[in-house]
């Protein structure tokens, strides 16, 4: 059996074992062996690897890529840019009535005009519209997201089948619910396999944020007044600022939980002239 | 023959000369006595001549901005035309509009106001499902179910204690559901959702709710409540921590700790998150402190009751009531022990003093009360929260005041927690007052009112409500700055110092209000001026006094007569805040209680106000002053007439003795005229009178006799007595010894020059500037960067140059023109040419190139003395102005030197103090003429043809006339002459008492009862002329007076039945008809009586009044009353019972007949089932029928959980019967 320790035997060969050049060849033979061995082994993986792989960057296959996960993530980037823009623009995408403070467009959602007089609630059920607004918001970016995963797993090979898309969503305590729902059928050499339920939960403080809204703008609307020094005493988990500015209350509702900040205006018994 | 002739002739003679002798007598002593009037008969023919200035200063000054006194601020009155427009041109919705600002399609309610009409309606706005109901949303924002009670007092909205596992939440039976649901509480299981506990109860709820270990499959485990276990499936222990050995879970000890939702402590947490027992450093590691939840008493720092264990390194039982809360170590950079979290100290350190979290305090910027807060200050509320002081300004210009009480009554227990609160300023309320019948008994009980008395000399004293806290008024903003001018107007009052000759002396002697001419006046005057709001002299917020006050003395600013030094230096410390001092806590129990608003009052202090023993009313407070001028009126106007019809010519023929009289006459004459040359005083011009008339008498006799020359000794006795008397009379000196006019002006306050102290505005972060606040430091103040981050108050740019100055061409009267218009000013002329007519209101203006305050006057002086302000007394750019010029000739006659052309000098200044370069002249003309014009009635008082009240039986007219006049008054249409009463007209020339010009008064008697009365009034001009000159009226003013055809009546009062409810509130709308009456009707209520009444809010238009209450169940008694404007009042009274039936459906028999069930309740209900317990979702139970009684099939061996809900929709949270069939 050749010794795989070759030098060493080399030297020794002063004690009368083999020349080295004996040795050297019979030791050359065995290795020899050994590289093409592994050698047949490295160029079998790796044309393995192409053969299974097939295509830029993917690593797995598609029997281990969800496309389930692949929409999620995306709706879920989606719905947490919503979300972030209802927080600061006071229950909607794009503030509608707003004043200028500190910079910033603060959108109101109790107003009256005239003076001494308890304002309108110009945005009632709030979570409601939120959820409105966040649907519409969220469409065209669903559709993306679907025809990215289309794309992502036809380059793969797969035939992508989808139907109609129906989707709602929720403002549910800590989260935000997304129930999606969109017929998908992948084929492949692999086989069929279908999908339907692309839901996806987001947490977010934003249900309790609202909640806490409107108890504010229910006591300006009421008593042109909320008593929210004693409301953060009672529920330390809410920080509630607030700021008079121009006539009107700057509120800001924060979670310190999260820091999610929910931002809003109320112009109410303003003491005009 | 001859001595028969010359005895008859002497018998003639006798006789002729006795009688002379007796009419001398008696036309002798007339003139002694009226020697005072001829003294100042004589005194007013020679009287100085006034200039225009003069005649100005006594007209103008006092009345051109002179203040209305009633000044209401009623919100709810309307502008003709005005009504509620839903969307206007500018996109605001539900406002009170003209028409013209309403867009085209957009409803529009003329003469109502927002709240009375159907689109502008106020209502609840919901969705049942999810539980939500918004209050006051306009059904078109309302995109599910609305309905028009605005407060939503619906079932679905009442307000429970939801049962969330370990947690609890105050909120609607519909939230409940969806929070049970989403927290898989309600999977299997029902909602647990209690009614009957309010939001207190339901937070302490949340601390009994009995937690352990739930044990899942594989030794997971959760903390929960047993509920919650059961919906997950596990097997619970209560009391057991999920790492106690016994349990066997996967669950393991930790060194971690975290706070948990709704508890305040720091917890440890096992090694599956879930929170395990306080955390306590030293028993981390104790196997037993994570066997079991541990007892409260056995937790570390349980005794800290006063601290809460507040920045504890090893104790984590934190306690928000006692001042600490969890919260993270890292983020507020403190180093605990074990773990991330502490319990944080939330009790906060404001200069030097501790207050604990929850606790608020009141902070000012000055002195505070008695008409003393300085201009730009406002209150301010602070509160501690959670460790951080936090600000809460109260309403800017204080239109909100901030109050504090330190104590609570808690059960009888005193228990000191500092507590405050912004509340509203009652202030225009104390203002309206004074223009109400006894106003000032009022004052005493309003609210923020107190009663200023003003006591400066004998007449010169009278009472006045004013706001305990002034309001302040924009710096900047024009609206403002004009109620600003009228506000401060009424301080603006005239002392008139009356005086008279010495009678034995040479100089003169005070008759009234000697002390008007000491600082006195003007301190207490400004005092006035300051209580009405930001007027007068007075300070800012640091410290900086500015003036705004002129004090005159006969139409001249006298500055001897301003405040003192040390009295300004007093007004400078009431910028610094007064330690110990708040405002005060007043009772507003009587009004909470005539607002029909229940519930326990917070503690209230009696007001301390202190009422003055004098109760004079405002306008009798002038009584001095009307005192004065009668003084004034009457000796000129009757010494006038006496002068022209008591000179007496000398008769040739006369005897001596007729020449003596004569020559007494004369010589009484002479004396008087040479004691008025002395300026003697009366009895001193009595005595040269006699003396005189003693030497014109022995004169006369002599002269008109055997002559002069023939003077005997007895002659020239007499003549010498006479000449003793007269330098007798001599030694008496009268002096000058007319009235004083003392005026104060009282002006709106305008911020020192210049911009020095601005920044001092951005100063204190939890002062934060505002705009008013801003603008008070310096009149080139202004709050910058609006609206941005970096919102400062700074200082105008100062461009170094003086204002530039054009006429405001868009404010000129109709037929005048800026005529010569140039760069040093312009002439106003009649657009045909010539001069002004007299007694036209000229309106004009200038504009300057920026803001700057201008000022006039007759005379080319420096700015300082300049004695009139263009357009008020602040910083414009449009600087307008009004006044009426009188007929030159009117003057004359009265002394007055003027010929017709005026010219008025104008500086301006701007906000650095700049002045432009010289004077801006205005010139103008009057038209000097014969007047050929008879008066005109421009005003009356009441209104003509005005409603008066249906049993009143006179009415007191008061007229204006744009002249000087006289006036009568008839039923009928006859000429003045034959018009059998006579106006009291008692105003004098050049003083008129109204804006508009001279007033008239009398009382009109409305004889027999009828609808319509008809008087006719004449007037005459010039009543110093003789009739033959004067101008009459041809034609009379016809003046009517109605009277309504019934008086006000109340129809009805709604509610007026008891009526049931299915809330715990419920919205009431209360509706009061009227009928009959004048054309405005207004209403007011009260749930405690007539004392105190509360206005709606209302146009007066409307017959049918309402207002919205929620009121609890209950019995209710409301009175109202309605007035018209005529002050005929009705009043009603209307009372009920709301009934809240809040008892469930109770069962009165249940049996099983075989497979049925049958089940009979107490009252009509809705029953439904489940098979899965008694919280099951009422949507979501087996309906089995509405009625009184049930049928329904079961199955054997089945339990059934019954619940039946009311058609008040009272249903038990539990089940109404469980029941197993068999």
């Known amino acids: 059996m050749c010794r795989v320790d070759a030098w060493s035997s080399w030297w020794r060969h002063n004690d009368g074992i083999y020349k080295y050049e004996n040795v050297g060849i019979k030791m050359k033979r065995g290795q020899v062996t050994i590289f093409i061995i592994v050698g047949i082994l490295l160029v079998a993986s790796v044309l393995g690897f192409f053969f299974l792989t097939e295509g830029e960057g993917g690593f797995l296959s598609p029997s281990d890529l969800s496309p389930q996960e692949f929409v999620k993530v995306c709706v879920r980037e989606a719905v947490e840019e919503s979300i972030d823009k209802i927080l600061l623009n006071g229950g909607e995408i794009e503030a509608s009535k707003t004043i200028l403070y500190k910079g910033e467009e603060w959108n109101y959602l109790c107003y009256i005009n005239e003076s001494y007089y308890p304002c309108y609630n110009i945005h009632p059920l709030l979570e409601l519209q939120i959820e409105r607004e966040i649907e519409e918001d969220i469409e065209d970016e669903l559709g993306d997201c679907f025809d990215k995963m289309r794309e992502s797993f036809e380059d793969e090979g797969f035939d992508v089948d989808e139907g109609a898309m129906s989707y709602s969503v929720d403002l549910l305590p800590g989260h935000v619910a997304v129930n999606l729902k969109k017929s998908v059928e992948l084929s492949g050499e692999t086989g069929t396999r279908s999908f339907e339920d692309f839901g996806v939960e987001i947490m977010s403080p934003i249900y309790d944020l609202v909640r806490v809204v409107r108890e504010i703008v229910n006591g300006e609307t009421e008593y042109c007044h909320f008593n929210y020094d004693t409301y953060s005493f009672v529920y330390p988990e809410y920080e509630i600022q607030r700021a008079d500015y121009d006539y009107s209350k700057i509120y800001s509702v924060i979670d310190r939980r999260s820091g999610s900040e929910f931002k809003f205006a109320v112009r109410s018994c303003a003491f005009e002239w | 023959m001859e001595t028969k002739k010359k005895v008859r002739s002497r018998k003639v003679v006798a006789g002729v000369e006795m009688m002379l002798m007796m009419v001398s007598l008696f036309a002798f002593c007339y003139f002694i006595g009226l020697s005072d009037v001829v003294f100042s008969l004589v005194s007013a023919e020679e009287e100085e001549e006034f200039s225009f200035e003069e005649w100005w200063n006594r007209t103008q000054r006092s009345h051109l901005f002179r203040n209305e006194t009633r000044t209401t601020y009623e919100i709810s009155s309307l502008a003709e035309g005005f009504g509620c427009c839903f969307i206007s041109k500018d996109e605001q919705r ?65 307000l429970g204690c939801c049962i969330l596992g370990a947690e609890t939440s105050y909120e609607t039976e519909g939230q409940c559901q969806v929070d049970s649901f989403v927290l898989a509480l309600g999977d299997s299981g029902g909602v647990d959702w209690r009614k009957d ?39 619970f222990f209560e009391d057991y921590l999920c790492t106690s050995p016994e349990l066997n879970t996967s669950c393991e000890m930790t060194r971690q700790t975290q706070c948990v939702d709704g508890k305040d402590g720091v917890y440890f947490v096992d090694s599956c998150g879930n929170p395990a027992n306080i955390y306590n450093v030293w028993k981390v590691d104790d196997v037993d402190y994570w066997d079991r939840v541990a007892e409260l008493e056995d937790l570390c720092g349980s005794r800290d009751i006063d601290g809460g264990n507040a920045n504890s390194e090893e104790c984590g039982n ?67 929260s959670q460790g951080v002081v936090v600000v809460e300004p109260c309403a800017d210009y204080r239109n909100q005041i901030c109050i504090q009480a330190d104590e609570f009554d808690v059960n009888g227990k005193s228990v000191p927690f500092r507590d405050s609160a912004c509340v509203a300023n009652n202030w225009r309320e104390c203002i309206n007052l004074n223009s109400e019948e006894d106003g000032t008994t009022a004052c005493e009980s309003a609210l923020n009112c107190r009663i200023e008395t003003v006591d400066v000399a004998d007449y010169f004293e009278f009472d006045i409500c004013l706001p305990q806290y002034p309001a302040g008024f924009s710096l900047s903003e024009e609206r403002s700055m004009t109620t600003a001018s009228k506000l401060c107007g009424m301080g603006t009052q005239t002392c008139t110092v009356v005086r008279e000759g010495e009678k034995w002396g040479r100089g003169c002697e005070y008759v009234a209000n000697e ?91 009696a007001s301390a106000d202190d009422t003055g023993d004098k109760m004079q009313d405002f306008a009798s407070g002038l009584s001095g002053v009307s005192m004065a001028i009668s003084f004034l009126t009457s000796g000129s106007v009757l010494g006038m007439t006496v002068i022209e019809g008591g000179l007496l010519g000398s008769s040739p023929g006369l005897s001596a003795f007729g ?178 007519d007299a007694y036209t209101p000229l309106m004009f203006g200038v504009v300057t190139s920026e803001l700057a305050h201008c000022k006039f006057d007759f005379e080319a002086t420096d700015f300082e003395s300049l004695g009139q302000d263009l357009g008020g007394n602040a910083y414009l750019i449009n600087h307008t102005t009004v006044f009426s010029l009188p007929d030159p000739s009117h003057g004359q006659s009265q002394g007055y030197n003027w010929t017709g052309d005026l010219s008025l000098f104008v500086r301006c200044q701007d906000v650095y103090g700049i002045l432009n ?16 014009s008879a008066p005109r009635v421009v005003k009356t008082t009441p209104k003509n043809d005005e409603l008066v009240g249906v049993v009143v039986g006179e009415v007191e007219l008061e007229i204006v006339t744009n002249e000087l006049a006289t006036c009568w008054w008839s039923e009928r249409d006859i000429i003045h002459s034959e018009m059998e009463n006579e106006m009291y007209c008692g105003d004098s020339f050049g003083a008129p008492s109204d804006v508009l010009g001279y007033v008239c008064n009398s009382t009109l008697l409305l004889g027999e009862q009828r609808q319509n009365y008809t008087y006719y009034i004449r007037c005459g001009d010039q009543p110093w002329l003789n009739d033959s000159e004067r101008n009459f009226n041809l034609r009379s003013f016809v003046y009517e007076v109605r009277r309504p055809e019934s008086v006000i009546v109340i129809d009805s009062v709604e509610p007026g039945t008891d009526f049931q409810t299915s809330t715990d509130m419920t919205t009431v709308e209360l509706r009061i008809a009227t009928s009959g009456g004048g054309e405005e ?81 107490n009252e009509g209900a809705e029953c439904k089932y489940s098979l899965d317990g008694c919280k099951f979702v009422w949507d979501e139970g087996v309906s089995i029928g509405e009625g009184k009684e049930f049928e329904f099939g079961v199955v054997k061996g089945k339990k059934y959980f019954i619940r039946c809900k009311d058609v008040h929709g009272n249903v038990p949270s539990g089940c109404l019967v469980e029941l197993v069939a068999t």
């Not at chain 2, 709001?533 to 800012?540: A, I, P």
């Not at chain 2, 009444?1093 to 309402?1106: A, C, D, V």
């Not at chain 2, 929620?1110 to 009705?1130: H, L, Q």
């Not at chain 2, 008892?1143 to 309740?1161: A, E, H, K, M, T």
């Open chain 2, 917 to 932: 370069d010289g004077f801006y002249e205005i010139e103008m003309c009057v038209n000097e003429g014969e007047d050929i």
């Open chain 2, 1081 to 1161: 009707h207004f209403c007011s209520y009260s749930f405690s009586g007539y004392e105190n009444m509360i206005e709606l809010f209302e146009t007066g238009g409307n017959r049918m009044h309402t207002q919205i209450f929620n009121r609890p169940a209950g019995r209710n008694e409301i009175f109202v009353e309605c007035e018209d404007e005529t002050g005929d009042f009705a009043r009603g009274v209307t009372e009920f019972e709301i009934i809240h039936d809040s008892s469930i459906p109770q069962v009165s028999r249940i049996w099983q007949d075989q497979s049925f069930v049958n089940l009979i309740l």
């Open chain 2, 318 to 384: 934190c306690n928000r009531f006692a001042g600490s809360i969890c919260s993270s170590a890292d983020e507020d950079n403190f180093n605990v022990d074990i773990g991330d979290f502490y319990c944080r100290d939330t009790s906060c350190l404001f200069k030097g003093e501790s207050y604990r979290n929850g606790e608020s305090w009141c902070v000012y910027d000055g002195a505070i009360g008695e008409g003393n807060d300085v201009v730009g200050s406002r209150h301010w509320r602070y509160v501690c």
């Open chain 2, 94 to 158: 539900c406002g009170t509009s003209a028409p013209d600002n309403c867009v085209a399609d957009s409803p529009f309610a003329e003469g109502l106001l927002c709240k009375d009409t159907a689109f502008c309606r106020k209502g609840c706005c919901y969705d049942e499902a999810s539980g939500i109901y918004d209050r006051n949303v306009l059904s078109v924002d309302c995109l599910t179910e609305w309905v028009k009670d605005p407060n939503c007092n619906l079932p679905g909205a009442a």
């Open chain 2, 659 to 836: 020449g003596a009289a004569m020559g007494a006459s004369i010589g009484m004459l002479v004396g008087t005229m040479l004691a008025n040359y002395l300026e003697l005083s009366p009895g001193g011009t009595m005595l040269m009178a006699v003396g005189g008339a003693l030497i014109g008498a022995v004169v006369g006799w002599y002269g008109l006799g055997a002559g002069l020359a023939s003077i005997g000794p007895v002659g020239w006795a007499i003549i010498i007595i006479g000449v003793i008397l007269m330098i007798l009379g001599s030694l008496f000196g009268a002096g000058d010894c007319d009235d004083i006019e003392i005026e104060f002006e009282c002006k709106a306050w305008e911020a020192p020059v210049g911009g020095a102290d601005c920044e001092k505005c951005n100063d204190d972060p939890l002062k934060p500037c505002s705009e008013y606040r801003c603008e008070s430091l310096g009149a080139a103040c202004e709050l910058m960067n609006v609206g941005t981050d970096n919102e400062l108050c700074g200082a105008m740019e100062d461009d170094g140059k003086a204002p530039v100055l054009s006429p405001q061409y868009d404010v000129i009267s109709d037929g005048i023109i800026y005529d010569d218009v140039s760069s040093s000013g312009f002439s106003l002329n009649p657009s045909g040419g010539g001069c002004i």
């Open chain 2, 515 to 605: 002390d008007c001419l000491t600082s006195v006046f003007a301190e207490e005057m400004n005092d006035f001026c300051r209580g009405l709001g930001d007027c007068g002299g007075s300070v800012n917020i640091v410290g900086e006094y500015s003036e705004n006050y002129d004090v005159t003395k006969d139409g001249v600013t006298d500055s001897s007569l301003f405040l003192s030094s040390s009295w300004v230096d007093k007004l400078k410390d009431l910028a610094k805040p007064v330690p110990g001092q708040f405002a005060e806590v007043e009772n507003y129990s009587v009004f909470l209680e005539a607002a029909g608003i229940w519930g326990p009052s917070t503690s209230l202090n």
């Open chain 2, 197 to 235: 506990v309010n939001e207190a109860g339901c937070f302490l709820l949340a601390t009994e709710q009995k937690e352990g270990a739930c044990v899942l499959e594989g030794g997971a485990c959760k903390f929960v409540t047993g509920e919650s276990c059961h919906n997950y499936g596990g097997d």
